[in-house]
T-cell receptor
Framework: DAGVIQSPRHEVTEMGQEVTLRCKPI?????LFWYRQTMMRGLELLIY????????DSGMPEDRFSAKMPNASFSTLKIQPSEPRDSAVYFC?????????????FGPGTRLTVT | AQSVTQLGSHVSVSEGALVLLRCNYS??????LFWYVQYPNQGLQLLLK??????LVKGINGFEAEFKKSETSFHLTKPSAHMSDAAEYFC???????????FGAGTRLTVKP
């Protein structure tokens, strides 16, 4: 099992540019979560999906952020336009909902720097 | 809604000493409780979890935690700290009814030689 895969691992972009972060969950998991981690705010849940459907996006900071999950094996988080305050580490996590397993499995993260 | 409070953002211990990281939770329903560890430049890795059954749960790397309902606590312990334990530790609580998992602010553990 390859675990949760995120790409890119590092992204440096200029303010105003569009940024797309990608995530491949663990095969068979049907819940997917996007988090943002900063020193100031810690770990924040942005959005999560169940069976590819967005369930709770109340953590998405503003309309510049959007997330999609077109199928069970792929999700994207897009920021357009990006701003310096979006600089953070973005994590994707997945979870299976069967067999009494309730923990989330995290990817390695994407470190985003917006200059 | 559930929440987690981790007491102490930084904990420093000497190598070989007891590690105690504190976590208190708030939940209106019986919770699921988790401890995760994050090493520098890595994602969060599950250390251990409590769902049902035995209240003392053992995890990887010699860590264990005890669910105490009366104290609404789930403190993480390790009898003897190792240099490799230096990392950030997150306590989390999940509602049994949905996917919502709430993380604490984290505790950074430093191990002195």
């Amino acid at each position: 099992d390859a675990g949760v895969i995120q790409s890119p691992r590092h992204e440096v972009t200029e303010m105003g540019q569009e940024v797309t972060l990608r995530c491949k969950p663990i095969s068979g998991h049907n819940s997917l979560f996007w988090y943002r981690q900063t020193m100031m705010r810690g770990l924040e849940l942005l959005i999560y999906f169940n069976n590819n459907v967005p369930i709770d996006d109340s953590g998405m900071p503003e309309d510049r952020f959007s997330a999609k999950m077109p199928n069970a094996s792929f999700s994207t988080l897009k920021i357009q336009p990006s701003e310096p305050r979006d600089s953070a580490v973005y994590f994707c996590a997945s979870r299976g909902n069967s067999g009494g397993s309730y923990e989330q499995y995290f990817g390695p993260g994407t470190r985003l720097t917006v200059t | 809604a559930q929440s987690v409070t981790q007491l102490g953002s930084h904990v420093s211990v000497s190598e070989g000493a007891l590690v105690l990281l504190r976590c208190n939770y708030s939940s209106s329903v019986p919770p699921y409780l988790f401890w995760y560890v994050q090493y520098p430049n890595q994602g969060l890795q599950l250390l251990l979890k409590y769902t049902t059954g035995a209240t003392l749960v053992k995890g990887i790397n010699g860590f264990e935690a005890e669910f105490k309902k009366s104290e609404t606590s789930f403190h993480l312990t390790k009898p003897s700290a190792h240099m490799s334990d230096a990392a950030e530790y997150f306590c989390a609580v999940s509602d049994r009814r949905n996917n919502d998992m709430r993380f604490g602010a984290g505790t950074r553990l430093t191990v002195k030689p």
